[in-house]
């Protein structure tokens, strides 16, 4: 057996092209969907990601703001940007990237974001919403996982689904999704023990840890589809998932690669998300 592999460059293609022919409508009815991202210090990996999320939104037809500060702004003048851009009507989406520098509180600055313009997903009102099936933002990377998992028509319904990662941006966000799917959803972290014979049992297996090639053949169950949400570097510097992936090819039945997975479509549904905050404002989303 031979794993099929699940195009998260194609797959984020289609969802982009989307984006740009529903903003050009929007835009045609006088309103043109804002993103604003805000960046504290100069993480490398942080830059990057920021770069290609402006790229990504002025291609759509976003109105695009990049807001860059110094590593020692302080909490209280990154909170009152928040607070300004909550109030901007241009503005539908607002992004803080993390991490942040250790002085300020991340909690605290999500917390301050219109939970209409969260479309990162992580206010609490959005996370609420989740829990209890409500309409609200999805964390993007999730939101991309189980939009994987759509395009090749998999049937969660009573499968197990093995989820190694309990963060709030992906493993607890992507648990709940996949029991809104019906899935049986088994939730492992750094406190379970024999991870080994769990994963063994999932029909679904996500890892989302950051660890490199942790998931290894013999942690799969064959047939299983594979989802790989880490993004590492291993010893020699090369780019590499969290799943041992040519190995775990030979047992797996679909899987995701890295690069060209997962990542491309977390990017992708933050562009989603943002047309929909838009669409709300104009009244065409409830």
């Known amino acids: ?20 022919a529903r ?20 993480d490398p990996a942080s830059e990057v ?10 291609e759509a037809g976003f109105h695009s703001v990049l807001q860059r500060y110094p590593a020692d702004l302080s909490q209280a003048a990154l909170l009152g940007q928040v607070q300004a851009l909550n109030a901007d009507p241009r503005i539908h989406g607002i992004l803080v990237q993390l991490p942040l520098p250790a002085h300020i509180a991340p909690h605290t600055v999500l917390a301050a974001i219109d ?10 009102a959005n996370a609420g919403a989740l829990m209890t099936g409500q309409p609200g933002f999805v964390p993007c990377t999730p939101l991309g996982c189980m939009k994987m998992l759509e395009s090749i028509a998999y049937p969660l319904r009573g499968k197990h689904a093995v989820v190694i990662g309990r963060s709030n941006i992906v ?38 840890v950051g660890k490199p090639r942790l998931v290894t053949a013999d942690m799969v ?20 998932g969290d799943v041992d992936f040519e190995p775990v090819c030979e ?33 065409w989303v409830s």
């Open 251 to 283: 047992r797996a039945s679909w899987i995701t690669p890295v690069p060209g997975g997962v990542g491309p479509m977390t990017r992708a549904m933050l562009l989603a998300n943002t047309l929909e905050a838009a669409e709300r404002v104009a009244g």
């Open 221 to 240: 169950k064959p047939g299983a589809v594979v989802i790989d949400v880490g993004m590492n570097r291993d010893a020699t510097g090369k780019l590499c």
């Open 49 to 58: 990601y920021v770069r290609h999320k402006v790229t990504d939104s002025q």
């Open 115 to 124: 939970p209409a313009k969260d479309v990162d997903g992580f206010h609490v």
């Open 23 to 42: 903003t050009q409508r929007l835009v045609a009815q006088g309103l043109q969907p804002g993103l604003a991202v805000l960046l504290v210090g100069h």
């Open 171 to 208: 493993g607890k966000p992507l648990a709940l999704l996949l029991l809104q799917q019906d899935a049986t959803v088994t939730v492992c972290h750094s406190a379970s023990t024999d991870l080994k014979a769990i994963s063994l049992q999932a029909d679904v297996l996500v890892a989302a």
């Open 1 to 20: 057996m031979t794993a099929q592999r699940i195009d998260g460059n194609a797959l984020a293609a289609g969802i982009r092209a989307e984006v740009a």
